[in-house]
């Protein structure tokens, strides 16, 4: 499965792996389409691509981290 997510991220996980963490922790895998990083903020859109229960878990680990996560719609590949 993959879905497009938009993520967003606070000031106070601008600076934390939190993409090296997902990858390892679900097996997930970011394909990043577009990125904003600044010194106080930062947004990623990209495609996760993975397991189905895996991408859900890893959206749902995303968000009680802190980050904003906006769904943008699955992509129709599996």
């Known amino acids: 499965m993959k879905a497009r997510v938009r993520l ?4 106070s996980l601008v600076r934390e792996p939190v993409l090296a963490r997902l990858v ?3 097996d997930v895998e970011p ?3 577009r990125a904003a990083v ?7 859109v990209c495609e996760l691509d993975g397991d189905t229960n895996a991408v859900e ?3 749902v680990w995303l968000e009680e981290a802190g ?12």
């Not at 967003?8 to 000031?11: G, L, T, Y």
């Not at 600044?38 to 990623?44: N, T």
């Not at 906006?70 to 599996?78: M, N």
């Open 57 to 59: 878990d890893a959206v």
């Open 8 to 11: 967003v991220f606070p000031d």
């Open 24 to 26: 390892r922790r679900f």
């Open 67 to 78: 980050v904003s996560v906006e769904r943008l719609g699955d992509v129709l590949e599996s």
């Open 38 to 44: 600044e010194e106080g903020a930062g947004w990623v």
């Open 31 to 33: 394909n990043i389409r």
